[in-house]
């Protein structure tokens, strides 16, 4: 999924979507020996780390979940200082939609999937949020009418493979440009994929509510208002309840032709349904007052998944649409020159047909030029385009990352057309047809992890989405050093140029020349089984000592160059479907030298007091274990955080002991109820708890808790790291990148 330069230069399973791991590899950059490099196996089932993790075993997320924790965050008190955004800025993150201002010249706003609305006023080269920190961050759609209202629908209607998509809390509605708000409806709609402005009247606007992908009924189907949002009329009903509606288009030759998709799909922690008979194409022609469902040669049936739409402006009639079956696989591309009564089926391309790979699901969108209607543009893995109306394609081969989501022409430049992908959002100036140019200013990469050091504050590394694991030093901007979806990242506290980094499945690669080059390393690793995520730490007191974890604990004494496996497997195996899968999710060893901790996927938590050869079991049956920390004054005191959505549950999030594990103290307190993704420990035993709600914090640590510092966007935060020395938490978020906070 990397580009060719890269060192994964076929890259078919994605970050949030992963279903298989790489189907080959070269070698990473600077090893110069792609025969040594061989990347270990992930597993088939929907296994990715992050949905599973909040989700709770044997249950899905709940009915407005996200929103209700959101809420108890905002009632809690702030103490701290100001957040700092500290990048980065140049690389972007994945964008689910475009739209053009229409009074204002080169200006372009771009929905960031977990990373809220940016506006552009240079054509596309730098982003600025225009979004409130406060409020989800979750984006869907996003639109604007002829009078200038610039419209948002919340919550990501592109489900991943085994990842979570954050849920919105309606539409929200601006007459300035973004500077304020105001909440507008379908707070229960889960996901917008679509809202369309009737350029007639920017009072009629259309919105196709995409539902929840967790939980069935809520606002789902085609909604029209008259009135600029003030009412709301669903005019497209769905046949079950968990078909949404994916899309609504407007035709541009006729604005009282529209076009709906509805698509069935849903997720539970065990498997994927994304396809079923409510899956079709609906028309109407009276502006949406009532709907007709097309057949004529589409398919229809339980095997239907995702299905993608373009409309021809320059040929009055003329469609195309791309389905995948249920399983995400390309099933045909078609195309109509009646308006959606009949349907041609055209040459199944090997090129349309691999796009998109085993997870059409996460696309499901055509484009076709406004000047030329043979001129198709489809989303996928790589975008597609066709020159002939869809009988022969080519892939884009300049450079472009991959995953693509939201294309928009401008109408004042015949041949520009803007593009956002999971990379962020490029500019061509001929109609789509290579020539990118990436922004260059786009803050709302999506972080699962960071690293710092004290040595330098200017050093900070993480892994994100999509974007490999990236590094602040090596040039004069952030810059990606290793490919692949980047996970768990470290800098030796003691030898800054020493460094680790990982991709998906516990793939991972050591450095002593700060990440220019780097050797594979799993391979002198014994597990059978590796987390998505799978950890790594450093002993505290001896950086040479390092730990690694499958399923099985493995400890190198020599910096990583040599490993040995120092306890059986800790879990209980892989669960029905693979789930829980079965693999240690934390490592937390102690400054005696001796003891070690460690938490599981399946809710264990293990202690060891002789290096592995004995282990005690000190929890068990508790939600997926996201970290474990132990106090560096004393192995027998430790913190134990817990992930999961459990609304209305008195079930913990953080647990305490000081009893090496003998009794457990529930010090989860006031905070939201939302999954806890990392806890750190402070001066003076304060306490700093990552949460999907942001960070806070306990000066007293008996579950008493306030905000931590202002300015952090509402965005999940995945990891903190805390910088005694320099004085300073730096936040890895899930859509904003990172920030940093000074701290007493």
Sequence with gaps: MRRSSRFIASLTALATVLLTPPAHAEGPPGTGQPGEYRPVKGPSAPAEHRYLQKAVRGETLPRHAYADAARQARQLPRLGGQWQSIGPTNIGGRIVDLALDPHREDVLYAAAASGGLWRSTDAGRTFHSVWPDDATQAMGAVATGSDGTLWVGTGEPNPGGGSVTYEGTGVYRSRDGGATWQPVGLRDSGAIGAVRVDPRDPQRVLVAATGSLYNGGGDRGVYLTTDAGETWRRVLAVPNEFTGAADVQLDPTDPDRIYAVLWDHRRTPTARTYGGVGSSVHRSTDGGQTWQRLSGGLPSGANVGRIGLGIAASEPGRLYAIVVDATGYFDRFLTSTDAGITWTALPASARLKDSQSSYGWWFGKVWVNPDNARHVHVAGVPLVTSKDGGRSWRSDGSGIHVDHHAMVWDPRYPSRVYLGNDGGV????????????????????????????????????????????????????????????????????????????????????RSTNGGNSLTFFTPQTISDRRNWFTPMAFDPVNPRILYYAGNRLNRSTNGGVSWTAISPDLTGGPGQDDYPYGTITTIAP???????????????????????????????????????????????????????????????????????????????????????????VGKNNTLYVATDQGVFTTPVGFGLWLQLGSGLPASPVDDIEYDPTNHRLVAATFGRGFYELRVS
Excluded at 475 to 500: C, M, Q, S, T
């Design 426 to 509: 490029y500019r061509s100036d001929r109609d789509g047809d290579g020539g990118w140019v990436k922004a260059v200013h786009e803050p709302y990469t999506q972080l699962y992890s960071a690293a710092i050091t004290p040595q330098d504050a200017s050093r900070v590394s993480g892994g994100s989405q999509d974007n490999g694991s990236l590094r602040s030093w090596g040039g004069a901007r952030f810059n990606e050093y290793l490919g692949g979806d980047g996970e768990e990242n470290l800098i030796n506290p003691k030898d800054r140029n020493n460094v680790f980094a990982c991709y998906q499945y516990g793939n991972c690669f």
């Design 590 to 680: 102690a400054s005696d030298g001796r003891t070690i901790w460690v938490g599981t996927d399946d809710g264990r938590v293990w202690v060891t007091r002789d290096l592995g050869r004995t282990w005690s079991k000190v929890l068990e049956n508790q939600p997926w274990v996201t970290r474990v920390v132990v106090d560096e004054r004393s192995p027998e005191r430790a913190w134990v955080t817990l992930s999961g959505y459990r609304s209305g549950s008195k079930q913990p999030h953080l647990l305490a002991t000081a009893d090496g594990g003998r009794t457990w103290r529930d010090i989860s307190g006031n905070l939201p109820n939302a999954p806890v993704n990392d806890v750190v």
